[in-house]
């Protein structure tokens, strides 16, 4: 029998020892290649002969490019489309998609707007399907900004991670990232943009230290990083009201002075100064958001190798 497909969706379905092998492994092969030309293979050309499929229903700058160039240094090729080109776009089943994939390349990328779409291409799918944001997640993401955390202020175990403003899909990954890799978490939203509630249950189950509230000084006090993203989300459709509603959860140069004197400070990307954040802080000496891009590509190196067991 052969063994079932590594998907990479959620972390719910991963063992915090898997996550933490993927980010001691991209620690790894990011040192190994230090000053290395970017297009140089790394030297176990953990994918050689495999191609990943990348599928995008909505835009992307750093998750298609990073995939891309992380597929080259592990020796591999990829197909890229946008979902609206696909057959996919005009109502073939993701059921037929992912079976026809299966049959063509090694792994699947998709950026989806229903994370149950993520879900169906992978049970569907004989090889690896890896979750590049949905509505309901964006694991990729958080295991770069934990990447770029630990290089800075050493192992997250035990350290506190303030997030503030919309309680989102990047949120979510956090609230599930929290107890598999043993940090707290301090969630400031307004109630209309409050965390996902079973997301919540499901990290108190597992013994999480995750704490909300609507006041982001009380989840900054004394935090080890503060991190914001996006009031408006793609597919968000209710902007001003968001606009309004998060307002007060800007993150400042007064709210990072409620946080450890060396807190740092993480966003995703694309960010909108002068809303979820000011360009005093995003721009500032804690700011890490240029390595926590640039860690999107060995991150996800890692995630790869671990989907082609590799890791
Ligand atoms: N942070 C992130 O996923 O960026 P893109 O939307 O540009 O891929
Ligand atoms: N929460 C944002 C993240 C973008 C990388 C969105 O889903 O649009």
């Excluded at 026809?100 to 090889?127: C, F, G, K, P, Q």
């Excluded at 230290?209 to 408006?232: F, K, L, M, Y």
Aim: net charge negative; hydrophobic share 40%.
């Amino acid at each position: 029998m052969s063994q079932p497909p590594r998907h990479f969706l959620d972390f719910w379905k991963l063992e915090g020892s898997d996550l933490r092998a993927i980010l001691e492994d991209a620690k790894a092969r990011k040192a190994a290649r230090l000053g290395w030309p970017r297009g140089r293979p790394d030297a176990d050309r953990a994918a050689e002969g495999r191609t990943l499929a990348m599928i995008f229903e909505k835009n992307s700058t750093r998750t298609r490019f990073s995939f891309d160039a992380a597929m080259r240094q592990l020796g591999g090729d990829v197909i890229i489309s946008n979902a609206a080109d696909m057959q996919l776009g005009r109502g073939e089943p993701i059921e037929d998609t992912a079976r026809v994939l299966s049959r063509m390349v090694d792994a699947v990328m998709i950026r989806a707007n229903r994370h149950e779409d993520v879900e169906r291409l992978a049970l569907s799918s004989t090889i690896p399907v890896i979750n590049g944001l949905s509505d309901k997640g964006h694991p990729c993401q958080i295991l770069a900004d934990l990447l770029t955390f630990e290089e800075h202020r050493g192992p997250v175990a035990g350290k506190t991670i303030a997030w503030v403003g919309d309680g989102n899909n990047v949120c979510a990954s956090f609230i599930q990232a929290a107890p598999k890799l043993g940090f707290k978490l301090r969630i400031a939203a307004p109630a209309v943009y409050y965390p996902d509630l079973a997301e919540l249950a499901r990290a108190a189950e597992l013994q999480g230290d995750v704490v909300t509230t609507h006041d982001p000084r009380e989840a900054v006090a004394g935090a080890d990083c503060v991190v914001t993203d996006t009031w408006v989300s793609m597919g968000d459709t209710d902007h001003d009201e968001r606009l309004e509603a998060l307002e007060p959860f800007q993150v400042d140069e007064a709210l990072m002075e409620e946080a450890k004197r060396d807190a740092v400070f993480l966003h995703c990307l694309p960010a909108h100064r002068g809303e979820e954040v000011t360009d005093a802080v995003i721009d500032g000496p804690q700011s890490l958001i240029w390595d926590e891009a640039e860690n999107r590509l060995h991150a996800q190196k890692s995630i790869l190798a671990w989907c082609f067991g590799a890791i």
